[in-house]
């Protein structure tokens, strides 16, 4: 299947305090891994290459339904892969794949039958003994984060532009 290279994504983010721990550790991994800038987050579904308002409007219900909920992070990782170059997995996570199932009921899209949770830290083609290096010296992840907002967001891989468009929080679990 040929990658499509201009589209819209459903991102998922985190709570403040994670979203900072993660952004110290991506900007380590970012000063010895040169790579395009992008926020750090979780890709839940895409590409869209259609979007309508009544999806958009969609998503805002669904957010305000949908609970907050803790993944769990499952240690640094590499791959010879430009988007998957070094990352933080993530374990299988029911709540996170039936959330992914109802944003696609939403608005069917092409399916990635390659859908790999995880938290990228740098996109590129660097060597496999720079990336091994780096990973004895980066701080320990954490545990498990929280991810409390979706997010719409315009993806341009040639001009390696990463634009939120619009962010809804998600329900907060009680």
């Known amino acids: 299947m040929t990658r499509i290279r201009e589209a819209l994504w459903i991102w998922g983010h985190f709570c403040e305090s994670e979203t900072y721990y993660l952004n110290n550790i991506k900007n380590e991994v970012q000063k010895k891994l040169k790579s395009p800038k992008f926020e750090i987050h979780l890709t839940l ?3 869209y290459v259609n979007f309508s308002q009544s999806f958009r409007n969609s998503l805002s219900i669904f957010s305000k339904k949908a609970p907050t909920f803790n993944i769990e992070l499952d240690g640094y ?8 170059s ?12 039936n959330m992914r199932n109802e944003i696609y009921k939403l608005n069917p899209h092409i ?7 995880h938290l990228s830290l740098s996109y590129g083609n660097h060597s496999y003994r720079d990336k091994e290096k780096l990973v004895k010296v980066l701080p320990a992840e954490l545990d498990s984060i929280t991810l409390d907002r979706i997010s719409i967001v315009k993806v341009n891989e040639i001009k390696e532009i990463w634009k939120v468009l619009e962010t809804f929080k998600l329900n907060k679990t009680i």
């Open 86 to 97: 070094f990352y933080i997995s993530i374990k299988d996570n029911i709540v996170l794949n």
């Open 77 to 84: 990782n590499f791959k010879d892969e430009f988007y998957r």
């Open 45 to 47: 579904n895409g590409p």
């Open 111 to 117: 399916i990635n039958s390659d859908y790999k949770p």
